[in-house]
């Protein structure tokens, strides 16, 4: 009679984090900080970003820089994870948004390859607001 091992059975406990993004990645690359920031005034990044929510990540890959399409990844984050203050402290107190930040990379699990993204005027209704901070000269953005 075959026996279930815990090592081939996931552990569907475990929360599932995404990152979004137009970088084009495989499975088994590592997101690692010190690449430029796709937001703010795109500095060398101190960590990377990762979420557990869905929106949250086609957030971040609509708004990444670049014309290459967004992309989101599912990742599994290789050392500790904090809440990310850029979200959590200033806009949305108690991590509502599942938003979270690390200095340890990332490892690419797989991609949500079907999703959809923002209604075109949600989209850019978050440009402006973002193009706003800049011109205040508010940070996307603080490491």
Do not use: C
Request: charged letters at 25%; a negative charge.
């Amino acid at each position: 009679m075959p026996t279930n091992s815990s090592e081939d059975t996931p552990d569907l406990s475990l929360p599932k984090f995404y990152h979004g993004t137009k970088a084009n990645l495989k499975q088994g690359d590592l997101i690692e900080p010190g690449f430029n920031s796709n937001y703010g005034k795109s500095k060398k990044a101190s960590y990377v970003y990762l979420t557990a929510t869905l929106d949250a990540a086609i957030w971040g890959a609509e708004l990444a820089l670049g014309d290459a399409p967004g992309r989101i990844y599912i990742v599994e984050p290789t050392g500790p994870i904090e809440d990310d203050p850029n979200l959590t402290d200033k806009k949305y107190p108690g991590n509502p948004t599942k938003s979270y930040r690390t200095k340890s990379p990332l490892r690419v699990s797989g991609e949500v390859t079907e999703w959809q993204g923002h209604a075109p005027e949600q989209l850019n209704a978050m440009k402006e607001h973002l193009e706003r901070l800049k011109q205040l000269g508010i940070e996307a953005i603080e490491d």
